[in-house]
């Protein structure tokens, strides 16, 4: 009882601490975004390209930070979108419809682009960014304005999945049909890879660059085992992403535990027990 009533009690801090508050709200707006697109990631196997990602953000990070000082957000986070999107671009062209393995291809840019950001943030940006609050997230650096960014990236995640959905489905799961019957699949490639990246960027001081790709898996693989319908894998997406992203939050300032690695370790037990329980179901 004195566990559950001390974890009731750190409920309230989320709303005597502004910067708890802040940080509930960005996961929410994370999770929901996550829990979206995570099933076309999952379905069109594209794991490891969510790594590739969110690692050669270090490189965007680190030349957003030797032009600006950290608490300059929004100069750093739009030097490392922009930085970051001119980087996937080549990531979108070089796998986009190639006879060379497409793994091969992302296992390249993942270490060449996270390893030249280690050195320039080393050799010129290490006075002026935590790198560990960049590598697995810290809700302590979370500000207003990174709220209105996420709003904005919620705003343009749901009519860019939604209003073109089943177009999203058939590139995802037949995409040589999708070619025949006449829908610019290359166009499909290129914005999956964009808004894949926006989130990714955004989502840095929630999760980190090197945890995100867990909330990006975790959701899809639960609706795509759970679900009975294409639509259903979206919503139960989406609602396990919600549900169990806050609940590693709380968890994370309940024990005064990082933020990312928690939402990271709930997610996968989360889904572990989950489909266990699918299994033993079943059997019975």
């Known amino acids: 009882m004195n566990l559950i009533s001390s974890f009731l009690l750190s ?120 790198l560990m609050g960049i590598l697995f997230g810290d809700i302590l650096l979370l500000r207003v304005e990174d709220l209105w960014f996420s709003f904005f990236l919620l705003a343009l995640f749901i009519p860019a999945i939604l209003i073109p959905f089943k177009k999203w489905i058939y590139t995802s799961y037949d995409e040589e049909g999708a070619i025949i019957s006449g829908l610019n699949v290359k166009l499909f490639h290129y914005s999956f890879y964009f808004l894949v990246t926006i989130l990714i960027v955004s989502s840095i001081k929630i999760a980190g660059t090197v945890l995100i790709n867990t909330l990006l898996l975790v959701p899809g693989v639960f609706g795509l085992k759970m679900a009975k319908t294409i639509p259903q894998t979206f919503v139960y997406s989406v609602l396990f992403s919600v549900i169990f992203s806050c609940l590693g939050l709380l968890l994370a300032n309940w024990q005064g535990l990082p933020s990312g690695a928690t ?22």
């Open 11 to 130: 409920m309230g801090d989320f709303l005597e601490y502004d910067f708890l508050f802040f940080a509930l709200v960005g996961t929410l707006i994370l999770s929901i975004t996550c829990g979206l697109i995570s099933p076309l990631i999952v379905a069109r196997k594209f794991a490891f390209m969510g790594s590739a990602v969110s690692h050669s953000t270090l490189f965007g990070l680190s030349m957003g930070l030797i032009f600006f000082p950290w608490e300059n957000t929004f100069a750093v986070f739009t030097t490392t979108l922009i930085i970051t999107l001119l980087l996937v671009t080549f990531l979108a062209q070089a796998t986009y419809r190639q006879k060379l393995p497409t793994d091969g291809l992302i296992g390249i840019f993942f270490t060449a682009s996270m390893g030249a950001g280690i050195l320039l943030f080393h050799l010129f940006a290490r006075q002026r960014g935590n």
């Open 263 to 284: 939402l990271s370790v709930i997610q996968f037990l989360a889904l572990s027990l989950l489909l266990l329980l699918g299994k033993f179901k079943k059997k019975s």
